[in-house]
């Protein structure tokens, strides 16, 4: 990818990037945060807390003294301790908290900096988040949105580039007797439909990658490796693959594919509008 710091960004005359944003305003970490909290004590023995059955599942407890959260044991800090929660937890700061009203799209982004976040209600802890919770639905909505828009711009940006279908002849022989044989049966059953919205993401990429960024190597390059990366990440959230997705789950991971989907959404606006 040409710009790795580049963040998803919406465009405002699209339709997709409107609803994205929608999303983003009505889908937050509230929605995908952990509770009840389950916590523990000060003065519990650190090594005693994920033998316990409620902590078992987790690798960090929030320590709760009183009313206020104080702190968090992290599972590899317990396994060595010998004394108190208080000696082997860390204790509460800023980076730890995250507002329940966070984006969840700022969230993939935010989870590169720490495998959890304690989500604050009000003035109040009263969730947890963590790299886990990536797997969660809301998440799956929003990443569907965004490889959606990516596609559909790529299709856009192939109707710009070409007269009718002359994109074809980037395909293969194969591909594209497939092609026309979905479309003359869509046809006959009275579908309306133009035959470029029978292409898979494979077939755009194909067909963008030598017909569009045949001469700009460097770039061609990137686009062939990161959309390869990309169709991995929407067939897994297509099709609801757990393991696939789990798999691409670290927040590093995530958030950078994210960012080369947002990359390439700008990119081909951009051959967009020089077409237009």
């Known amino acids: 990818m040409s710009s790795g710091e580049v963040a998803y960004t919406q465009t405002t005359d699209d339709p997709l990037a409107l609803v994205l944003e929608s999303l983003e305003k009505g889908l937050h970490v509230n929605l995908i ?4 909290l389950i916590t523990c004590g000060p003065d519990d023995g650190a090594a005693e807390v994920f033998q ?3 902590c078992a599942p987790f690798d960090q407890v929030p320590v709760r003294d009183g009313e206020r959260i104080v702190g968090v044991l992290e599972k590899n800090q317990a396994a060595t301790s010998t004394g108190r929660v208080a000696d082997a937890m860390l204790r509460l ?3 730890m908290l995250l507002e329940a009203s966070t984006g969840i799209l700022e969230y993939l982004h935010l989870a590169v900096g720490g495998a959890y976040h304690l989500v604050v209600s009000g003035n109040r802890v009263d969730g947890i988040v963590t790299r886990s919770d990536l ?14 828009h990516l596609e559909t711009t790529m299709a856009s940006t192939i109707k710009a580039s070409f007269q009718e279908d002359e994109w ?7 591909r594209q007797e497939k092609l026309k ?10 579908t309306y439909a133009d035959l470029l919205s029978f292409t898979q993401w494979a077939d755009k990429r194909e067909i963008i990658s030598k017909g569009i960024l045949a001469k700009q190597t460097n770039k061609k390059s990137d686009f062939d490796k990161e959309l390869e990366e990309l169709e991995l990440l929407r067939n897994a959230v297509m099709h609801s693959n757990m393991d696939l997705l789990s798999s691409l789950i670290h927040a590093t991971q995530l958030s950078s594919l ?3 989907a947002s990359y390439w959404i700008k990119y081909l606006s951009e051959e967009l509008k020089s077409e237009g």
């Not at 797997?135 to 959606?148: A, G, I, Q």
């Open 33 to 36: 945060a952990g509770r009840p």
């Open 135 to 148: 797997l969660k639905l809301p998440v799956r909505v929003v990443l569907f949105t965004v490889l959606t």
């Open 52 to 54: 316990r059955p409620d």
């Open 93 to 95: 700061e800023d980076r």
């Open 258 to 260: 994210v960012k080369q």
């Open 181 to 190: 044989g979905e479309f003359k049966q869509a046809k006959q059953l009275n």
């Open 168 to 174: 074809l002849q980037y395909l293969t022989e194969q």
